[in-house]
């Protein structure tokens, strides 16, 4: 079975709790269960995880590199000026694996400050503003471009 990582970005650890009118109700533990769902119905192995420290995501980009492991990525306030975790997201893309970022809200219905994502320009596609459903259309994007 194919594997896919779902890895989630600072903050998105309080899903449920904060800032409910943007992000929603459904908890961290939530989307664990259906993005697994999800992954079972679409024949993927998905893995979530949450992280509020830069260089363990950064870390398990290379992970997923090494064990040519697909990628769902939130990056959350790291969109918008981590490099570093841009240079990790790119290893993946250009070794050939699929990296699809999502956001749960529209970055670009937001703060100006939240119009740009460093992750973009390298990732294969970004699904945005769909709340839990982002994750679900990821993972069938990632499926579909799989199947060819």
Known sequence: MTQVLVLNGPNLGRLGVREPEIYGHASMADLERAAAGWGSELSLDVAVRQTDDESELVGWLHGAVDARAHVVLNPAAFTHYSYALRDAAAQVTSSGLLLVEVHLSNPAARESFRHYS?????????????GFDSYRLALGAIARKLRG
């Open 118 to 130: 460093v992750v973009a320009g390298i990732a294969t596609g970004t699904v945005a503003g769909f």
